[in-house]
């Protein structure tokens, strides 16, 4: 994916449905929560960010953060996609899974922003943004631009 995104194009079957991506960072804070917190056990809470972006959005954040100017977003049927990867050698098991990630994940049946990251945290839950700007400054873009020095 870094490759395609170094080049300027990104192309992905994910439509226009708008998903609430949530931060690995604020999953695992819930996570301890529910593990040490006796008020969070046996509950069930929805986690989301919180707002709902498009991949062509993210890839707009993304391309900002990483590259400093415009990325293309490319979107095409999920059966093309799969045909290239298999073109490409991808074993089957990364097929099906990127199948049904792209046909039932992003169907848009949770593009709905919720609250269980503040329920549970009491703060806000991490914005795309913010989570992209983490990754930049941690190093793992590893971008030319953002490596860094040693």
Do not use: W
Request: glycine content about 6%.
């Amino acid at each position: 994916m870094l490759e395609g995104i170094l080049t300027g194009e990104l192309v992905l079957p994910a439509g226009d449905t708008a998903e609430p991506f949530v931060d690995t960072d604020d999953i695992a804070d819930i996570a301890v929560a529910a593990l040490t917190n006796p008020e969070q056990h046996n509950n069930v809470f929805e986690l989301t960010g919180p707002r709902a972006l498009t991949f062509a959005q993210c890839i707009d954040e993304l391309a900002q953060a990483l590259l400093g100017r415009p990325l293309k977003y490319t979107p095409v049927p999920v059966d093309a996609y799969i045909e290239t990867l298999r073109k490409q050698g991808a074993p089957d098991a990364m097929q099906q899974l990127l199948h049904k990630l792209f046909t039932v994940v992003f169907d848009g049946r949770n593009s709905q922003v919720m609250s269980g990251v503040e329920e549970v945290l009491g703060r806000p839950a991490t914005d795309f943004r913010t989570y992209v700007q983490k990754s930049v400054t941690s190093g793992v873009s590893n971008t030319p631009q953002h490596k860094e020095s040693t």
